[in-house]
Structure formats: structure tokens, C-alpha cells
């Protein structure tokens, strides 16, 4: 199998648990906290490495504990980093605070030295890119470097996957350099105007962005699965469930790094869509980002049930 390359950003997350989050000027008491590995792309590297890809990684780390963080994680899954150390800058942390009743977040990423990842950083990685299966990048990094990515892949017929993370406006132009596209609901609401809170406005959200050039849209709708939409088909995916919900965090990169990993080895883009949301329904059954991405045998077992 031809590799899996992503671009895009590590942090380490700081993660609270409380009853709810403070108000401006207050100070709480939290139940828990964990220090770990996260990152949208990270976290996609981790999964789809975990799910059986062969995945390369392009960021920026800084030179701290951090970045030690970084390459032990990347080394327990089988990931293969493509890093520049930029001893000038930091290795990012994100922020996360955890609901403890529902196990829903809200999250403060600083990228650090990923964030002054640039066109020339990918440009160095022309070569590997070229020689990849699928690209996968978000938008954590700055978004030129991701423009210069997936204009690399799509020239050289690389499958690309935009997740677009967090949310942001983009130019048409770059929308229709990707084979897919992979919001949640809010990012689908955030690049299309469109509201996206039921599968039927998911739809029209979907083809949306089809109209702006977009080959394929897989928009990510929590409990209620996947939504996957092209000029020929239009498919509801429900939710892959293997047990209660911990943590959502993460999820949506579980679903990335699956789906990537089964685009790779050919399957049916619906059964793609299966793999990934299976890889999420485990993931989110356990806390943490990285670490609770589930292994190649998990994510076939939970398809066979």
C-alpha cells in the first residue's frame, strides 16, 4: 500500500474535567486532569497508523518536552515524522475542558511552532507527497501550507482529503483541489451559510459545497453518524456505536484517519465511510485523544458485529 501523508499540527492537550466551565473571573474546583498528544493531524496520523495505514506525518515541533511527547507517540503507533524542529518557537497545547455529564468539549489550541508551518515546509515534502495514496490536511496550520499540499497531491493524482478544522472561510479555488471534503456540522454551517442540524439540511449543506467544487462531502454528524454526498449518490450513514460515550474529543479525527486509511486500500467509499465512522464509535467510548484510537482488529471486529 502506497503511504498515507498528513499534514498538519501537534499539541500537547491539557485536559479538565469539571461540572461546567468557569465564568470570567472565577475559579472552580475540576475532578480530573491529563496531560497527552493531540492535534488534528496528529490525532489523524495516530488513527489511521493505528488502523493499519502507513502514515507519514509533515509538521513543526518545537525543541521541549512537549515535542519528547510528540515522538513517543508517533513511535508507539507507527507513525513516520516528517518534522522541522524550530528551536525558535514552541511546541503547541491546546486547552480542553470536558463536561463531566455528557462527555462534550470546548477546546483552546495554540499551535506554536505549527503554526509557522509554511508552503516551503510542504514544498520540501514535494517528493513524498507525490508517491502517497491519499493526503489528508486540516486547517490548524497556517492555510497556505495546506493550499500547497493539496495542490502537490492533486497534480500528481494523490486522493486529497480536506478536513476542515476548525472552522474557516475558503476560497473556491481550494475547495476544488479536494476529492473530499469532511466537516462536522458546525464547519458544514460555517463554509456553506447553511444551517446542519438534521441529516436533510446536512444534504443541502452538502451540495453546497459540491457547487463550489468539491468532488465528494462527508459531513460528520455526532450521534447521528455520516452524511456522505457526490454528484451521484447521496448516503446516511448511521452512527456506529460500541458501547457509552466517555469523550467526544477526537472523534472526528478518528473518523479522518479511518476513512483515509480504507480510501488507501481501495474499499468501496461507502464501506470508507463505515470504517471511519466505526473507528470514531470506538474512540469515543474511551477518554483522551491519541490514545483512544482503536486498533486495525477492534475497528473489523465492531464492523462484523
Known sequence: MKPIVILGIFVADTAYRAERQPKMGETILGTSFVLGPGGKGSNQ??????????????????????????????????VVPEVKVDAESYTGAAYIFIENATGN???????????????????????????????????EQPIPAALRGLQIARAAGVTT?????????????MLALCDFVTPNESEAEALTGLPVATVDEATAAAQAL????VGAVVITLGDKGALYHDAKQTVHVPVISAGPVVETT??????????????????DVIAAVRFGCATAGISVTRPGTAPAMPSRSEVEA???R
Open 45 to 78: 496520523s495516530v488513527a489511521a497508523a493505528m488502523a493499519g495505514g502507513k502514515v507519514h506525518f509533515i509538521t513543526r515541533l518545537g525543541a521541549d518536552a512537549f515535542a519528547d511527547i510528540a515522538q513517543a507517540t508517533w513511535a508507539k503507533a507507527g
Open 105 to 139: 468539549n470546548a477546546i483552546i489550541v495554540a499551535p506554536g511552532a505549527a503554526g509557522r508551518v509554511s508552503p516551503e515546509d510542504v514544498e520540501a515534502k514535494a517528493k513524498l507527497i507525490r508517491s502517497a495514496s491519499v493526503f489528508v490536511t486540516q486547517l
Open 161 to 173: 482529503i480536506l478536513n476542515p478544522a476548525p472552522a474557516a472561510s475558503l476560497p473556491d479555488e
Open 210 to 213: 459540491l457547487a463550489k467544487g
Open 250 to 267: 477526537g472523534a472526528g479525527d478518528a473518523f479522518n484517519g479511518g476513512f483515509a486509511v480504507a480510501l488507501a486500500e481501495g474499499q
Open 302 to 304: 465492531l464492523l462484523a
